[in-house]
Structure formats: C-alpha cells, structure tokens
C-alpha cells in the first residue's frame, strides 16, 4: 500500500511541477509498478542489492537495453523524489549500472516507396492527410493524432496564410513544423469532410470537436493504436514491407530525405523538435552508410 501511496504522489508531482506528457507519465506508472511487484510491494524500503536484482532479471528476460535503461529512469526519478520529500535517507540507485545500449540505424523508407504509399491512399482523404503530415512535417504519432484545429496554420476564404503547425512536443514544449504544398492540399481537403465524422451527440460531440482527426472514443482523437492499424493495410495495399511502415518510420523518413536534400543537421533537430542533437545524428548513419555503398560501386580502387 505504501508503494501505491508513494508513487502516485510521484506522479503527481511529475505532471504538476514538471508538466510531465500523459505518455511519460503512463510509462512511470508502468515501469515503477513493475518494480514494486517484483519486489513483493517494498519498492520504497528497496536497497541498491534488490534493485540490481530486478534490473539484472529484466535482462535475463531478454529486454531491450532501452526499455531497460527507460525502467533505471524510471527508478532513478522516483528514488530522487523520495528523497526529496524525506522518505529516504539515500538513493539507492546511485550506483546502479545502467545497459550499454546501441542506437539502431532505423530501416528508412526509400521516396520511391514513399510515393507508392501516397498513390495507394489517394482516395481514403483522411489516410492520405494523415500520411502527409507524417511525412510531410515528421511528427510524432502522439502530436499528430493530438492536433487540434487551433494548431493549424491560419486561413481565410479557402486559403491558407500561413503554413507552419503548431505542434506540442515532449514536455509540452511547443514547436513550428511548416507545411509543403502537397499537406498544405490534403489537409484542405480533409477539412471539407472532416465535420461529417464528428460524433452526432453530446457529450462526445463536444470533447471531439477541437480535434483535427476526431473520433467517437473516449480520447475523442483517432487513436495511436488505429493509426497504426491503418497504416499496416496501407502497406499490404502498396506492397510495401509492413515493418518498414508505421507512424515513426514516416518520421525517420521525413528526417533523412531532408538531409540526403542537403538540410543542415541543427535545422533537422529544431523540425524534429529533438532536445539533443545527438539524437538526430542516428540519421547522418543511414547516410555514411548510403555512402559507403556508393564507394564499393562506383570507385576503382574498391574493385580491387
């Protein structure tokens, strides 16, 4: 019970003081009452031993080393916050060795298959809005299918005035995504239909009704989970590989074409809304090796 207590009061803590995204938070509460059942509902009276043993046990588990390195977060943020609040006389996490975790080069949609996804979605106008502004503008699953129609660029009589999204990222911090012609022109079609798909009655109605992709659920937004859903047909439909296809390879795509254009790497990262430029350069990977290809093909002395 103390755990429950403890770590709701973390979370919290978390969302007032730090305005923590409903994502991470739901993470936490995961991670951490994860680590309260391993250890039999004393994760707050947990010393450094106990703590190493779970952590060693999510390995033996086969975990990735992110989703590992995420749980130490987790822990190392709410023994921070015990001790804060008097709770603790020590962190035992101090000393915890978190896994040595190797960033993976994403597997990038190629423009070619880009286009054929495109093509395929010409007659659903939501899918094909949804895929533009994937693509188009690199948001993240969560941002899109959060868009509410105040985020939208300003128009008038038809036209639009501007084209940057305002877009809230990680941290609820706010960015400006700009919109190319082609989302600038699926997002004016979706509109026209958009109003049709709104729920007919209160209170769902009412909750929906700020969302650009509006649903009858609970959230009143189409869902991460149905986005995805959607696109997987989406793949089977084009013949694309459906592991190559879901709302973040969109993104990655978004990313590395603009470098392979020649965008400057601190432009990427302020599109992307990264917070460490070290997380935009995995896409300068895709590239070196795009270019070591190159040399093995095209260069003499690689013949020998």
């Not at 989703?67 to 020590?90: I, M, P, Y």
């Not at 990222?169 to 960015?175: A, C, D, L, P």
Request: glycine share 8%; hydrophobic share 40%.
């Amino acid at each position: 019970m103390l755990d429950k207590t403890r770590i709701e009061a973390f979370l919290e803590m978390m969302s007032a003081e730090r305005g923590a995204a409903i994502n991470t938070l739901e993470a936490y509460a995961r991670d951490l009452g994860d680590a309260s059942a391993c250890l039999g509902g004393k994760l707050v009276q947990a010393g450094q031993t106990d703590l190493s043993g779970w952590l060693q046990s999510l390995a033996a588990e086969g975990l990735a080393a992110t989703t590992q390195a995420r749980k130490l977060s987790a822990l190392r943020q709410f023994f921070r916050f015990l001790f804060e609040e008097g709770d603790r006389s020590d962190d035992p996490t101090r000393r915890l060795e978190g896994p040595k975790s190797i960033r993976a080069v994403p597997d990038v949609l190629s423009q070619d298959e880009l286009q054929r996804l495109l093509d395929t979605c010409r007659e659903d106008v939501r899918l094909t809005c949804l895929v533009e502004l994937l693509y188009g503008a690199g948001l993240r699953v969560s941002e899109l299918v959060g868009l509410t129609l105040g985020a939208l660029p300003r128009r008038r009589q038809g036209r639009w005035e501007t084209r940057d999204l305002i877009v809230r990222g990680k941290g609820g911090k706010e960015r400006l995504c700009p919109l190319g012609p082609p989302a600038l022109l699926a997002l004016s079609h979706w509109l026209t239909l958009r109003a049709d798909t709104l729920p007919d009655r209160d209170p769902r109605r009412t909750r929906s009704d700020a969302y650009l992709f509006p649903s009858r659920g609970k959230a009143g937004h189409l869902t991460r989970r149905r986005l995805g859903q959607l696109l997987d047909q989406l793949a089977m439909t084009a013949g694309v590989a459906a592991h190559k296809v879901h709302p973040h390879a969109l993104r990655h795509a978004y990313a590395t074409h603009l470098l392979q254009g020649g965008a400057d790497l601190r432009a990427v990262q302020s599109l992307l809304g990264h917070a460490d430029i070290a997380t935009t350069q995995i896409y300068t990977h895709v590239l070196t090796e795009e270019l070591e290809a190159l040399l093995q093909a095209a260069h003499p002395l690689a013949q020998t």
